[in-house]
């Protein structure tokens, strides 16, 4: 299993961090990836990932909900992060980004800043299109805007560039429409402790009762975004990787197929977007 959004660097993992890994890796979790949300992240997210090289992999970047008036002083230093791990992305020893993330737009709370939110989301879009890395995206409450957006930097960095943008929609409950609007870009979807919930409609979001094809699971990878978003039967308890089997379950259960299904497909699209290079 490959945990594709983990907040590991969170202080509630710092008291007993090495027999945390010790029980993801026991559990059979294969790699993690650690995201940023603000500038004042980058230390700590590096530094964790500097603990445990090739097991850890950063991704930097600013969450929506931290885009202020500041926003670009702090996108200033997120990017002088991101250049320093590239230079360094070959070494063994070394932190080796995967990601700009978590970034996107969030109007849940507030739409204060929206203009400010728009502007960092696509500064950091053009990171990634530069730098060839994929996007962890983070939506709420803007669906229309947050895809409309994705769309027009892909295709500039498909002009600039000749490839598309590449990224996963992080910590995804939304629709079938939504789903395969992203799964038509080729863009892959985060599931996460959501789908076990009692009233959860994202197995058949998935894959729809009515006929329609579902979602293919190759565009699917496993996620936890602890600690938050505990599945059942551990809601409400600090989220941990290995956790991410009950979400395998469920996921098999949605489409009929075996636990191993999923745990192979979700790994190997995982590796492909984040890690194999």
């Known amino acids: 299993m490959i945990d594709t959004h983990c907040h590991i660097d969170d202080p509630v993992y710092a008291p007993e961090l090495d027999v945390f890994i010790s029980r993801q890796q026991a559990a059979g979790v294969s790699a993690i990836m650690v995201p940023g949300v603000t500038a004042g992240s980058c230390e700590s997210v590096v530094s964790v990932c500097c603990r445990y090289p090739r097991y850890l992999f950063p991704a930097l970047g600013l969450h929506p909900e931290e885009v202020r008036s500041d926003y670009e002083q702090q996108l200033a230093v997120i990017k002088h992060s991101v250049d320093e791990l590239m230079q360094v992305r070959s070494e063994e020893d070394k932190p080796h980004i995967v990601a700009i993330g978590e970034v996107g737009l969030d109007y849940h709370f507030s739409t204060e800043f929206k203009a ?23 939506s709420r409450d803007a669906t229309e805007d947050t895809y409309n957006i994705i769309k027009e930097c892909s295709a500039v960095c498909e002009k600039s560039y000749g490839r598309p943008l590449r990224g996963v929609m992080h910590c995804f409950s939304g629709s079938y429409e939504t789903a395969m609007m992203y799964v038509a870009i080729g863009w892959k979807l985060g599931i996460g402790g959501v789908i076990t919930f009692k009233n959860s409609k994202l197995s058949t979001n998935l894959c729809p009762p009515d006929g329609r094809s579902a979602v293919p699971l190759s565009s699917l990878v496993l996620e936890t975004d602890a600690p938050y978003m505990t599945p059942v039967p551990y809601r409400g308890q600090t989220n941990e990787s290995r956790y991410m089997s009950y979400v395998a379950e469920r996921i098999a259960q949605a489409y009929g197929v075996s636990y191993d299904d999923v745990i192979t497909t979700t790994t190997a699209t995982a590796n492909a977007l984040f890690i194999e290079k």
């Open 116 to 138: 400010e939110q728009h502007d960092a989301f696509r500064a950091q879009l053009g990171w990634a299109a530069e730098l060839d890395l994929p996007v962890m995206v983070h």
